[in-house]
């Protein structure tokens, strides 16, 4: 969605008349886009002069077109400026161009590749503006379907209008030229530059009056799911994208690795997100790196099954004699008890807020010292509000005080946050407004618009099975889920069916057998629990509320009591500390809540939790 678009004549004549902040704060409103902060508006009124002039001549004509903060779909990021037109030979072209109010930079090292030191932003490191730029591009002919551009048809750079020449060196250093030869760096003194470059491609209005309209309007492309590219991206081709704090949180990783190279010491380091943040992203890419490029001996590991087993079924395309192969790099913690000291190069802990000490079968005694024992770099991602069983125990202090007590080096002094969205449409404000529902956080974003992520509540179960089968019939990333609140009738042989919802509606829980339940095309006719999808992400998820959460006509309560007696995994109907156990029903609800990329579909068995969801809805169901 584009916040601002004009021609190019009235974009420089409201920021002549210095009306254009006001003008982009009003669209944002209207749009009911989160932004507007004083610093923002700043940043408006300092940057877009800037812009003005380097646009106001006259070989670049008033017709074409201006775009101001664009937001990428699926993503919570915006596109600084967009100017589009046509070049010399009739080829329409955008130019996007990032914009940056720096006056100093400092280069970090040579192993932070993607990432630099700014005056604006304090001692955290940054993306490079270069490789932002060309990370949008990238975005952009990855997600707008019906716009007819090629990647040669979108020209990125970066403006830092306030850098002085004197820091050239800098921002253009060897170690960013793979990014600064795809999206050129202007500085203070680069404003004809600048123009020269923008003239190479827009000479005349586009050719296609309804470029910009395609670009904000045109049908969206599914954004690629992890589970679809991991066997190329370990081959060594980058198909996820990395951007702002993913690719800063990346090159910290990075260095991390470099540390524990060159000191030959143990080193860990924590990286932290709430769900559609990156966090698995992250770790298969820096795995990836370090098998295909750095040769190293690195391992994902997740306690979660689910994703591993479907990781493992793409990656082999289902050959088993492979699937013996790839267990060396996609494993479980509970090899870890067997691994010798430093035996793995690279430990990546996805999942981490699910470790426990010593689950099942675990012939360990602690699996937070066996991780950190067994790897030589120790990377743990965490999310504490995905928590969903009373045996999940390890927090971020935990793994602190048990990197100390083996004597390895926290490289950095706080995890890194990664708070970007890329789930649920990129809308942060969808996962406050569940933080909110639940009651697992106070937020502003007490109600949910149907306009970029559809979120629709349903009286009849069957009807929302049906509306998502009709969905699922597209590309096969639809699916239907629950919380513990369902007998395991057919596990037990009581029963065909596990999840009955009234006299209508019946299901059977996802096949015990089916490891691959998120992608095998025959499974949408069940209904995953949250440890068959917790970890994995599909375009539109049906979610069935059970009677663990209901509405007493004040606030949304729980009811551990209504959890199955089946359920042998969750610990929640037994747990005796009611506040944990009133924490992970909410938490259980907030992991299948979020695990759509392009909508949710909800069914309460409590009727006035039905209502009570619907009254938050701003645009209604259809």
Known sequence: MIVYDNSLKNFKEAVLLNSISDEILESLREKKISGGARSEINSWNNSLHFMKD??????????????????????????????????????????????????????????????????????????HPSYQAYSYKSLILNYCDEVNLEKDDLHPCAYLHNLNESYREVIEDDIYSEWTSEAPVFLQRDVLKLRDFIEKYITAKSSDNKLLYKIDYGRIKPQKALQDSIDSMLCGNEEFKLI??????????????????????????????????????????????????????????????TPRDCYTYLLTNG?????????????????????????????LFDESHRMQQKPYMYKGDDMLFDAINACKVSIFFIDLDQRVTTKDCYDIKDIEDMAKRQGAILDFDEPYELTSQFRCNGSDSYISFINN???????????????????KVFDNPNELRDELRKINKVNNKARMVAGYCYDWNVK?????????????????????????????????????????????????????????????????????YAISKDDHSSGIRGCKNEELADRLIRNTY?????????????????????????????????
């Open 319 to 347: 050959n088993s004699k492979k699937i013996v192969d790839l267990k060396m790099a996609i494993k479980s913690p509970h090899t870890l008890p067997s691994t010798p000291i430093n035996g793995i190069d690279v430990g």
């Open 437 to 455: 529902l639940l009651g697992i956080s106070k937020t502003a974003n007490t109600t949910i618009s149907n306009k970029d992520f559809i979120f």
């Open 492 to 560: 037990n042989k009581r029963g065909d069916w596990d999840v009955i919802i009234g006299d209508e509606f019946k299901a059977k829980w996802n096949l015990e057998k089916d490891a691959i339940f998120a992608i095998n095309k025959n499974s949408f006719e069940q209904v995953g629990c949250i440890h068959t999808v917790q970890g994995m992400e599909f375009d539109y998820v049906g979610v069935f509320i059970g009677k663990d959460l209901y509405y007493d006509g004040s606030s949304v309560k729980t009811n551990k």
């Open 54 to 127: 380097v646009l106001d001549c006259p070989s670049i004509p008033d017709d074409c077109e201006v775009a101001i903060e664009y937001n990428i779909p699926q993503t919570s990021k915006r596109v600084d400026f967009m100017i589009l037109g046509s070049d010399k030979n009739n080829r329409d072209n955008v130019v996007i161009v990032e914009l940056k109010q720096w006056s100093r930079v400092n280069k970090i090292d040579d192993v932070f590749k993607h990432s630099i030191m700014s005056d604006l932003r304090g001692n955290s490191p940054v993306a």
């Open 244 to 305: 702002d704090e993913q690719i800063v949180a990346y090159d910290m990783i990075m260095k991390t690795i470099d540390n524990a190279r060159k000191d030959n010491k143990k080193h860990v380091m924590i990286i932290s997100g709430g769900p559609g943040t990156g966090k698995s992203v992250l770790a298969i890419n820096v795995l990836a790196n370090c098998i295909s490029k750095l040769s190293l001996n690195a391992s994902y590991i997740t306690k979660n099954k």
């Open 590 to 622: 907030k992991v299948l809540l979020t695990r759509g990329q392009k909508g949710c579909f909800v069914y309460c068995e409590d009727k006035a939790l039905n209502e009570y969801i619907k009254k938050h809805i701003l645009v209604k169901n259809d």
